[in-house]
């Protein structure tokens, strides 16, 4: 009985490794071919953008804006340093802070802002870039 299992086993590795199923090494999937021109990164550009051969326009990821600060909350008089994250859009892209406290807005992406009274603030960003698109994000500051 002992040589059966040990025979069984052996044909089972065996079945396993030729049919690829595990045991044998891995083998890369099949590759496909088209008969168009495959699609193409264009490298250093601001923005992700996607070339097709044959095709006129570039396409252009949509725009994606989010908003960030650090710190987020403290004791006044409290100097808060905003961030814009973007991804996609297509380059010029203009950013505005407000800051909700009245003060005058920012045109810049990453802007530092001293907030001197105590109260819950809501910063937004919007950001719009040279297609036309635009995206919008805020976060709220507490200053204690």
Same mark, same amino acid.
């Given at each position: 009985m002992t040589r059966l299992l040990? /025979?069984? @086993?052996? &044909? +089972?590795?065996v079945f396993l490794a030729i049919s690829g199923c595990g045991g044998g090494p891995e083998t890369p999937p099949p590759t496909?071919?088209?008969?168009?021109?495959?699609?193409?990164?264009?490298?250093?550009?601001?923005a992700p953008t996607t070339t097709v051969a044959g095709e006129a326009e570039e396409e252009t990821a949509p725009l994606l804006a989010w908003a960030?600060?650090?710190?987020?909350? /403290?004791? @006044?008089? &409290? +100097?808060?340093?905003?961030k814009a994250d973007t991804e996609g859009g297509k380059p010029p892209l203009k950013y505005t802070w407000k800051f909700g406290d009245g003060s005058p807005d920012s045109s810049?992406?990453?802007?530092?802002?001293t907030y001197d009274k105590p109260g819950k603030y809501r910063a937004d960003l919007?950001?719009?870039?040279?297609?036309?698109?635009?995206?919008s994000d805020y976060i709220e500051v507490e200053v204690q």
């Open positions: 040990v /025979g069984s @086993a052996a &044909l +089972a590795a496909t071919t088209h008969s168009a021109a495959p699609a193409t990164t264009t490298p250093g550009a601001a960030d600060a650090n710190p987020e909350e /403290g004791k @006044a008089p &409290l +100097a808060v340093e905003f810049e992406a990453n802007p530092k802002h919007s950001v719009s870039d040279g297609g036309g698109d635009s995206d």
